[in-house]
């Protein structure tokens, strides 16, 4: 298969991973603007926590599944032997949510003192119900790159987007409080997790028979996993920490606010999941056989398009922070602006996965030590910027620490790789500039005023336009200069 071809194949498998994430956020994001403006900024801070929660567990004992899933898969011999795979992993993941469920039901008290919020006490019991339905809502993408089914994950995804959103909205609209909300997504969560295993049992023909070659490949997904594992579950916690801080120093109204600020717009974030997700099996197979050079390509390829979408978007949403905090959350909201502009810059970061080319080279304990000094960084600097700055100091910091994880992991990926990978040369760095460029330039016309005699949203409409017509100027220029 040509260079051509595999990424027009890649750029399809991009495409169904990411649109059919794109609806189950999506409709996620669309049950949280309702919430958000249907219950006190107390109550929708604790609907928030309940995720962020899930999250961190999912990052401590889940995230590293389906990418250990599509390694294996790409390192695969037979179509037998991915099914063996899938096996695992799908076994391992209902195990894990049952020991997370357990978790969050006999932990409830000491979860409420950790987040400063007795409210917790109520709900977590309910939602205890629902990381069976999470967790293989979140493995099937992973599942369906492995057996060639990607063209039916939207499709799926639709299904569960209204399955899961449409009920919990009708209640809030209908007058339900936060129990209530918590109590029938809990529910249809746990519905969705059972039909998901029975779908993976009787289509996708994962067997609970425990063979003589299943003992060996638990083995080494455990082994391949566990550094990933740790590595995962740091850098989730890393990521996290600072919700956790915000909401015991600051206090749940004040973390209402931080948490709509850095809600950041899902297709950033999944955009750059599915590329990865795609990649990784990839670019596992091509540094297996040692073409660097193919796989730098097909990577470089994937991070500039990328970027491409991604990083204009980021700046239009930067430069009308308070229009789209005011227009999606509601005008209580508008103290958020700040935290929002500056959890969006994370686009620029997240346009490539840079732990990718380490997990690839079986290099993931690398990756742990790294995220283990990021963690630590972040728990320092969330709590003292938090502590002396508010919101905006932890967001800041936040940033900061990420920044310095992206340039440790790149200097270790050339490092392990004898110099021949280097992710800089993979980063899209002229993209980069030309977003900054002009987001500081239009933040600057923003400042002096300059059409005060407008309306606001006629002066919004005219920067917007502004920043299209320039980036489509320079995505013009870099085309030509790469024909050239």
């Known amino acids: 298969m040509t260079q051509n071809q595999e990424m027009g194949e890649a750029a399809r498998s991009i495409g169904f991973?990411?649109?059919?994430?794109?609806?189950?956020?999506?409709?996620?994001?669309?049950?949280?603007?309702?919430?958000?403006?249907?219950?006190?900024?107390?109550?929708?801070?604790?609907?928030?926590?309940?995720?962020?929660?899930?999250?961190?567990?999912?990052?401590?004992?889940?995230?590293?599944?389906?990418?250990?899933?599509?390694?294996?898969?790409?390192?695969?011999?037979?179509?037998?032997?991915?099914?063996?795979?899938?096996?695992?992993?799908?076994?391992?993941?209902?195990?894990?949510?049952?020991?997370?469920?357990?978790?969050?039901?006999?932990?409830?008290?000491?979860?409420?003192?950790?987040?400063?919020?007795?409210?917790?006490?109520?709900?977590?019991?309910?939602?205890?119900?629902?990381?069976?339905?999470?967790l293989m809502i979140a493995l099937m993408p992973a599942c369906h790159i492995v057996t060639n089914k990607t063209a039916i994950q939207p499709y799926l995804a639709a299904l569960i987007a209204v399955f899961i959103a449409l009920p919990p909205i009708f209640a809030a609209l209908k007058g339900a409080g936060l129990v209530e909300i918590v109590q029938l997504i809990s529910l249809l969560y746990l519905f969705i997790g059972l039909v998901l295993c029975v779908l993976m049992f009787s289509v996708y023909s994962v067997s609970l028979d425990l063979n003589v070659n299943f003992r060996p490949k638990v083995k080494a997904v455990i082994l391949y996993s566990w550094p990933l594992l740790m590595a995962s579950a740091v850098s989730i916690v890393g990521l996290k920490v600072d919700h956790v801080i915000v909401a015991s120093v600051l206090g749940t109204y004040t973390y209402g606010l931080y948490s709509v600020g850095a809600f950041e717009?899902?297709?950033?974030?999944?955009?750059?999941?599915?590329?990865?997700?795609?990649?990784?099996?990839?670019?596992?197979?091509?540094?297996?056989?040692?073409?660097?050079?193919?796989?730098?390509?097909?990577?470089?390829?994937?991070?500039?398009?990328?970027?491409?979408?991604?990083?204009?978007?980021?700046?239009?949403?930067?430069?009308?922070?308070?229009?789209?905090?005011?227009?999606?959350?509601?005008?209580?909201?508008i103290d958020a602006t700040t935290v929002f502009v500056l959890f969006n810059s994370f686009v620029f970061l997240r346009v490539m996965t840079f732990g990718l080319a380490l997990r690839a080279m079986e290099k993931t304990h690398i990756e742990l030590m790294l995220t283990l000094i990021y963690l630590l960084l972040s728990l320092v600097g969330s709590y003292f910027m938090a502590s002396y700055y508010g919101i905006k100091g932890a967001a800041i910091s936040v940033i900061l620490n990420t920044i310095i994880l992206s340039l440790a992991l790149s200097f270790y990926t050339l490092r392990v790789s004898g110099g021949k990978l280097s992710l800089l040369t993979i980063y899209p760095v002229r993209h980069l500039?030309?977003?900054?460029?002009?987001?500081?330039?239009?933040?600057?016309?923003?400042?002096?005023?300059?059409?005060?005699?407008?309306?606001?949203?006629?002066?919004?409409?005219?920067?917007?336009?502004?920043?299209?017509?320039?980036w489509l100027g320079f995505l013009r220029f870099m085309i030509r200069e790469d024909i050239a």
């Open 265 to 333: 717009i899902p297709l950033f974030n999944l955009l750059q999941n599915s590329v990865t997700s795609v990649l990784m099996p990839k670019i596992t197979r091509l540094l297996k056989a040692n073409h660097i050079e193919q796989a730098t390509y097909l990577w470089r390829r994937a991070a500039a398009k990328t970027a491409a979408l991604t990083f204009p978007l980021a700046v239009l949403l930067m430069i009308n922070a308070d229009l789209v905090v005011t227009a999606l959350f509601g005008v209580r909201y």
């Open 17 to 134: 991973v990411f649109f059919s994430a794109l609806i189950t956020q999506g409709s996620l994001l669309v049950l949280y603007l309702v919430l958000a403006r249907l219950l006190t900024i107390e109550d929708f801070a604790t609907f928030r926590q309940l995720f962020l929660l899930q999250a961190m567990l999912n990052g401590i004992f889940f995230a590293a599944l389906p990418t250990c899933l599509l390694y294996f898969a790409g390192r695969a011999d037979s179509d037998s032997d991915k099914t063996g795979y899938l096996r695992v992993i799908v076994i391992l993941t209902m195990t894990i949510s049952f020991l997370i469920t357990s978790l969050l039901l006999f932990a409830t008290d000491s979860i409420s003192m950790l987040f400063n919020n007795n409210q917790l006490q109520l709900v977590l019991p309910y939602f205890s119900l629902s990381p069976l339905g999470i």
């Open 433 to 470: 500039a030309a977003a900054l460029t002009l987001f500081f330039l239009v933040r600057f016309l923003q400042e002096i005023n300059l059409l005060s005699f407008c309306y606001p949203l006629l002066v919004s409409a005219f920067y917007s336009i502004l920043v299209i017509v320039v």
